[in-house]
Each structure stands twice: as C-alpha cells, then as structure tokens.
C-alpha cells in the first residue's frame, strides 16, 4: 500500500536515534581532540629522517647525503648540500652527512617514494598530522632539525617495520664486523668483490656496510 | 481587562494575564489597550524567536544522532549556546548584493518573508484567553498571511539575477500554489462542521472529552483524521521542508533563491522558514489537535498554553524526523503527488465531513455502522488512488544484479 515505505523509514531512523543513546554501534564518532583512534602502523604523511641517538640527533643521522632522494622526488620537495667532511655511521665508517636537509611540505605529496629508494633507512614516513600553521612559507619548510627524529620513535610509531629494518641493519653490521675482524687477522687489503647482502645492492651506490672500496 | 478573567481558572492558567495587567494596570485605557498590544506582539516574537533558536538545535542534535553522530557539541554545556555563536557568525559575515541584482527588491524579500511569516503567528490560540489577535476570520487571515510568502520568494529568487535562484523562483511558486489548494481544502471541513472561520471557537468547538478519556478533537474523527494528514503534507510543502525542500534543493541549485544571499539576510530567510513552519504546526494544533485543550479531563490542572507548547513541539519534532528519513522528491513527482493525490483526496473528504453532519443524529446503535462507512470513505480512495498512481513504478527488480 502507498505510504507503508514511508513507515518502514521513519522506523529505522527512529532505531537510529534511540540506538545513539546505548548502542555504540550506532554512535560511531570519535571525540577527536578529547578522544583518538589508533593510526594504523601503515599510515603515512609527511617524511622523517631517523637518526640512531635521541641525544645526539643531527651526528646520529642515517642519511649520508646520497641525494637519490631529492633526485626521485617527483614534486622536488627535497634540498640536500653535502657536507664537506666525514663522520663515522653507525658502523663506524666514514659518510658523508647532510649539511641542509630540507623538505617542503607544501609540495610534498606523501608518495613515500623518498622512502623507498633509500638504500640507508634513513628517512621513513611519519604519523605525525597536526601540522596546521597560521604561516604558509617558513613553518611549513622543515630543517634537518626538525625532521630528524630518534630510532625510538620510529620503533613506536610502526613497530613491524622498524624491526625488520632494525634487524636487518644488526645483520649488516655485524658482517662488517666480522669482516673488519677477518681484515685485521690477515693483515692483507680486502678483496674486491661485493658480498652477500639482505637488501638487493642493484640500487645502491654505497650501502651501509661492506662496502667495496671504503670496507675495513 | 483583569475584569474578564473568571476565577474558574487556576492561578496559573491567569498568570500570563495577570503579568501582563500588573504592567498595563496604571495606564489610561487607549494607552492600555496599546501597551497590551505591544506586550503581546514582544512575547510572540520573544517565545518564537527562542523557540527557532532552540530548533535549530534541537534539529541538528536529532539529525546527528539519526547520523550515527552527536551534533553540535562544542559551544556551551554539551552545544546549547550554539544557536547564539551562529547568529553572532551570521550577524558578522559580509552582506553581499550582486552588482547586477535589482537593490530594492533583494533588501525587501527577506524582510517582506519575515513579516508575512510573524502576520501568522497572530492569530494562534496559545492558550485559553492567549490570542494576539482575536479575529473571526482568523483561519482566513492566517492563510492569506502564509500564502503572500510565495510572493517573497519570488521576489529573491527574481531580485539576485541569477538562473539558480530564477528556477528555483519558478519552482517554489508552481509547488507553493499547488500545495495551497490540498492545505485549504484539508482544513473546509473543519471550518463547515464547526461553523466558524475564529481559531478561538474552533478550538472551543473541540472541547469535551467521551468518557474523561477520549478527547473530542477533529483529528480522532474519520473525515478529521485524513484532512490533518493531508493538511501536515501540504504543510511540510508550504514550509519549503524536506521532502519538499525542491526550491533550495542544494543538490540541483546551489541553495535555490537564497543563492546570493549571505549574512543576516540568509539568516533572515531561515528564521522565516522556521517561523512558517512553527505557525503551520500551530494551525494545525489548533484544526485539528484541540488546540490548547488537555487530552484527558483529569489532566485539566495543566495550564492550557503548556499543552499548545507540547502539541505544538510534537509536531515540530515530526517534522524533523520526517527531514531525517525522506529523500527529496522530483518535481514532477511533487506536483503528480499534489494535484493527482492530495487534491481528489481532500475533495473526497468533504464528502466524508458532510456525511458524518449529517450523520450526528444517529443513534448509539448505529454507531459503528457511522464509523464503519466514514473510514471506508477515508480508506478506500486512498488505496485506490494510491495503487493506482504507484502502479508500474514499483518495487525495482533486478534481472542482473543479485538484489
């Protein structure tokens, strides 16, 4: 009959508001500023540089200036200088770092392929979204200072990744290691030839460890 | 005046009365009938411009939560001033007027639809005693009132120059005068079985209850029953109200006649709307629902302005859940509804109305016999009108996807 549609209608609309007042099913929203969900661990936003050291976070960085970052970025978001020196990474050998380490994020358009061309782990993307400024220019151009941010955190905002990453980079050191041990007992130049590695080395111009012509 | 208040009523029923003849108490009498007046006029305005406010809350608060959200909750305890941090954001806002618009007449249509819409409320019943404005021909005056509305919104859709608000010009006025003629017909066999066109002796006419129980409103008799039906549809018209919002629909026009309105004006045109559609639900309160009338003869100790308030809500609130449910029609559906549904249905009523006059002098036993053929006269057309008009639209049958 004409009109029982209209019934049926106005029967689930009234669920819906009684529902409201017990059912959470039917009061889905969250409070956001009081109230947050839980990003999920492959949420993405804005890059980060992870550094080793919450202490000491511009000599800690990962990043050794390689540039292929700032080369890949399709929007060019990303400005490096080298630096001039050396400073020993986490393996303790010698890299080059970033001298000015700039991202603007008013061009970067979140497509993580920073992240995946870098042969270091050394910029990851971040979680990090309540970047609102009342300036468009300079809040929005992140330093090195404030992209650099400790292994710590990256563990804590996606826990999976960073320890396979984590791992991995133990790995690597530790085949350093027990190459410069090897080195040292022969007392003889390293072959030249490159070794066995956990990442694919098609892409790397200078990976982290055992590195062909700097090794030991 | 505190002369024509009998002491039959409770102290509370008179205190409204009793207020206002306390202020006007020390005045030369044609200075008091004026002060009365003006009391009158700035407690109408004071209680429905309240009453907006609040609504619009209350509206978006069952909105949200018919979303599966909570609504305005930022302003104030839990969003109650919110109605004021929107009329401070629409009181600030830049007036705009379209260099090529017609200036008098985009000033005038908000005003001139604010105006008409307040004329309504004059003449409602509020409570026993409680009218503005005691007219005879109060329902015609009312609907004289609401219907120039139709003028003012021509008259913005018109003024901005711009196709949006001319269509939806257009299309408020042809569904406007459509929807006019099921509302009067809906409301004739009030006025031909009550015998008077004054709100006041209509609402009279309701009094009494069968039993203490059973109130003796129109709206619990056959013929009253689908006239308030019919009436509340073509109000929800009139009131530009989803499902029949087609001259603002925001989907198909922008925001239809009030396109090239911002600001206060905007506001102006929102107030309008709630004002008619609170005027409307007050008409029909009083048509059809007893007015300010109890609903049981025990429950008389209640002061007749807060049964019209709690009529008046419930209906107000019918017209928000109606809102929250119904997608907006198209408008050859609306006019097809209006003029092939509504019309013979309201028509058909007159005859339902006639026969249950002159049915009045039956006797207890033929009783159910009256009531049998008066809801057969309300229930059969509009079955058969009904099928009639849905035939072959429906239900969808999927012959590909899985239904």
Redesign the interface.
């Known amino acids: ?3 029982t549609g ?1 019934f049926k ?2 029967a ?3 669920k ?2 009684a529902g ?2 017990h059912d959470p099913a ?4 969250t ?1 956001y500023p009081e109230e947050r969900t839980a990003l999920p661990e492959n949420y993405r936003n804005f890059p980060f540089l992870v550094s080793e050291e919450e202490k000491d976070p511009m000599g800690t960085l990962r990043c050794v200036a390689c540039q292929i970052c700032e080369k890949e970025c399709p929007p060019q978001c990303i400005y490096i200088e080298k630096s001039k020196d050396k400073k020993p990474d986490a393996n303790g050998k010698m890299q080059l770092y970033p001298a000015v380490f700039e991202i603007d994020i008013s061009v970067c358009m979140s497509c993580q392929i920073c992240v995946e061309v870098c042969p270091f782990d050394a910029i990851k993307m971040d979680h990090e979204f309540e970047i609102a400024t009342a300036d468009r220019f300079n809040p929005l151009l992140l330093s090195r200072e404030r992209l650099a941010k400790p292994n710590s955190y990256f563990q804590r905002i996606r826990p999976a990744e960073a320890s396979e990453v984590d791992s991995r980079l133990a790995a690597a050191r530790k085949a350093a290691e027990e190459k410069a041990a090897a080195a040292a007992a022969a007392k003889a130049p390293p072959p030249a030839r490159p070794e066995a590695q956990t990442k694919p080395a098609t892409e790397r111009p200078d990976p982290p460890a055992g590195g062909v012509k700097t090794g030991a | 005046m505190s002369a024509d208040i009998p002491e039959m009523d409770s102290r509370l029923e008179r205190l409204p009365l009793t207020l206002r003849d306390l202020l006007t108490a020390h005045l030369p009498e044609p200075w008091r009938w004026i002060a009365q007046s003006l009391i009158a006029i700035a407690v109408v305005l004071a209680a429905f411009g309240l009453l907006f406010a609040f609504l619009t809350l209350i509206e978006r608060k069952i909105l949200g939560r018919i979303q599966n959200r909570p609504g305005p909750n930022r302003v104030g305890w839990g969003g109650i001033l919110q109605p004021f941090a929107d009329a401070i954001k629409m009181l600030t806002k830049e007036d705009i007027i379209p260099r090529s618009a017609d200036p008098v007449l985009h000033y005038l249509a908000p005003v001139a639809l604010v105006s008409f819409s307040l004329l309504s409320l004059a003449v409602i019943p509020y409570g026993r005693r409680l009218v503005a404005l005691d007219l005879d021909s109060g329902v015609l005056y009312f609907f004289a009132a609401s219907a120039s509305s139709e003028l003012a919104v021509f008259m913005a859709g018109w003024a901005g120059r711009n196709k949006y608000s001319l269509l939806a010009a257009m299309r408020a006025l042809a569904q406007l005068i459509s929807y006019e003629l099921p509302l009067l017909l809906s409301l004739v066999p009030v006025v031909m079985l009550a015998g008077t066109l004054s709100p006041s002796e209509i609402v009279a006419a309701q009094s009494g209850w069968t039993f203490g129980l059973v109130p003796h409103w129109y709206a619990l008799t056959p013929w009253g029953f689908a006239g308030f039906a019919i009436f509340m549809v073509a109000s929800l018209a009139e009131a530009n109200r989803s499902p029949f919002d087609l001259p603002e629909a925001e989907s198909e026009l922008i925001a239809g006649h009030l396109t090239e309105y911002s600001g206060f004006k905007y506001a102006l045109f929102f107030m309008a709307e709630y004002f008619s559609m609170c005027a409307l639900s007050g008409m029909a309160v009083t048509l059809f629902l007893g007015g300010w009338q109890s609903p049981f003869a025990a429950l008389q100790f209640v002061p007749s302005y807060a049964w019209f308030a709690i009529k008046l809500l419930v209906l107000l609130l019918g017209f928000i859940w109606i809102r929250a449910t119904l997608p907006r029609l198209r408008i050859d559906q609306l006019m097809r509804l209006a003029w092939k549904f509504l019309v013979p249905l309201a028509l058909i009523n007159l005859l339902t109305a006639a026969f249950w006059h002159l049915s009045a002098g039956w006797g207890t036993g033929a009783q159910p016999l009256r009531w049998g053929i008066a809801l057969a006269l309300v229930a059969v057309p509009f079955v058969l009108i009904g099928r009639r008009l849905s035939s072959g639209l429906g239900p969808r049958t999927y012959r590909y996807a899985a239904p």
């Open positions: 009959m004409l009109g209209i209608g106005l689930v609309t009234a819906n508001l409201s007042f039917r009061f889905v929203t409070q």
